[in-house]
């Protein structure tokens, strides 16, 4: 039960990030967090780290690695198993 709170909260923190627009007030270059899913190439380390499966050293991976054009260019980057790959696509985007 533990967890799921962690992960609520982290939800949470995420849709109040700042630089986080609601769907009434959209402006293009502003959306880094997208229907609860983070950008690869403009999210913060921040946002990065709450998406399940990433954590700061992978965030900081990920940020590196820019620009990222395929989901499947993050199978490149130290410690990214199929298993974490599948689990962080249902909360990223290009």
Not at 11 to 32: D, E, H, R, T, Y
Not at 51 to 72: D, F, K, N, T
């Amino acid at each position: 039960m533990h967890g799921r709170a962690i992960v609520l909260a982290g939800l949470m923190a995420l849709a109040n990030a700042p630089g986080v627009v609601s769907p009434g007030s959209f402006q293009p270059a502003a959306w880094a967090v997208t229907a609860r899913r983070v950008s690869l190439n403009t999210g913060t380390s921040q946002q990065l780290a709450l998406v399940p499966g990433v954590g700061e050293l992978m965030a900081q991976r990920i940020i590196a690695a820019r620009p990222i054009r395929r989901l499947e260019d993050l199978r490149a980057l130290k410690g990214m198993t199929p298993k974490r790959l599948a689990k962080i696509k249902t909360g990223v985007t290009l």
